[in-house]
């Protein structure tokens, strides 16, 4: 028999968690070759993994965001190795960690390429499928994380995988991942069946502000365009003007319906995730590209026009600050704001901080190998707890049995793992 889960865990209660950082973009490195950027090899936690799922428990959160690998994992076509997952998996579910499953975190195995491949929904879904019938305990998914970030960094602004700087290559990315991120919930409730399946969908919370009147239209554009991804993976009709802006860079009017279609089947079993960090809000010139604002509106006015648009249950998916001492400060801030909108009667249903070991070469976005380790975690790389570390178990510590999550039964049965 598995082991009983953690009484939290049973009952409808608000969902603390932290996160393990899995992202794998490629990259070019100095000489101009393509390099994979591994998180979980820069921070250590393939050797360390074990020791870091007793972290979560040391902090006494039972949910954890964790993606495995999926560049090492879909071999190919119908291929798999589950030697790491396998393990790491039996051992979260030993530990009863629930994990909310991130399949696609930045990257793509290099057989597929990268987001330009048409062939990639398909071949993500059937990745999903197989996940979730070797795992059938797992019942929390974010199929692809961060859709518009994947897409704008891939496509837009040329820093991983594909490496345009197009809207063209932005869109077609954008539809590629939205539809794989469909596909794969698709796959996934065919496979284990609604029953406790939950997909929270994380995704980066964007402003954009002008400080000049001649700035305006495109600030609005663009506070229109940060909202594709949820628009297309929710099926929520676009302006004319963003209609325009997708069939005029590839997107026909057929895949336009489809995701019409598609999105809103899905919705009984999502979750919004909203991230948040001082670099989602951005300053927009008449002309160039955006500079960062810095903190202006913050979580709570940001998170309420996201929820306004999609009307979902709401869970704070990820949030740090790159700067130890001040960390503290910010975990409360983004707490008290988070606190507000529930009172407020937004339905949220959980909090992250991320990640729990510190990260490295964030400070870059990646877009360099240069080793340098950014102070973002409950614990550093030599896994000691910092001082946000020991806020974050304080916080979670007083305030587990006072939020209840009205708006989701999250009681779920547990089977035994693969």
Known sequence: MPPQLPPQVVRNHFLFATGIESSYPTILDRNGKPLRVDEMAKTGHYDRWREDFALVQELGIHYLRYGPPYHLTHRGP????????????RELHRLGIIPIVDLCHFGVPDWIGDFQNPDFPELFAAYASAFSERYPWVRMYTPVNEIYIAATFSAQLGWWNERLRSDTAFVTALKH?????????????????????????????EYFHHSLPEAAVRADFFNEKRFLSLDLCYGNDVSARMYQYLT???MTREQYGWFMTEGPRHKPYSVMGNDYYLTNEHMTP?????SPSGEIFGYYFITRQYYDRYR?????????????????????????????????????????????????????????????????????????????????RELVARWRDILPSESLCLSAKSTTPH
């Not at 249950?313 to 990820?318: C, D, G, R, W």
């Not at 249903?349 to 070991?357: E, K, P």
């Open 78 to 89: 119908g291929r798999y190795d589950w030697g790491f997952c396998d393990d790491a998996f």
């Open 177 to 205: 991942l939205v539809r794989a991120n469909l596909l794969a919930e698709a796959a996934i409730l065919t496979t284990r069946g609604s029953r406790g399946t939950l997909f929270i969908q994380s995704e980066s919370t």
């Open 248 to 250: 005029d860079n590839g």
């Open 286 to 290: 008449v002309d160039g590209p955006v």
């Open 312 to 392: 979902l249950p709401v869970m704070h998916t990820e949030t740090n600050l790159a700067d130890a001492e001040r960390a503290p400060a910010w975990l409360e801030k983004e707490w008290l704001n988070m606190l507000r909108l529930k009172q407020d009667g937004v339905p949220i249903i959980g909090f992250t901080w991320y990640s729990l070991t510190d990260q490295v070469d964030w400070d870059t976005a990646l877009r360099e190998d240069n080793g340098r380790i950014n102070p973002l975690g409950l614990y550093d790389l030599d896994r000691n707890i910092r001082p946000v570390g020991i806020a974050y």
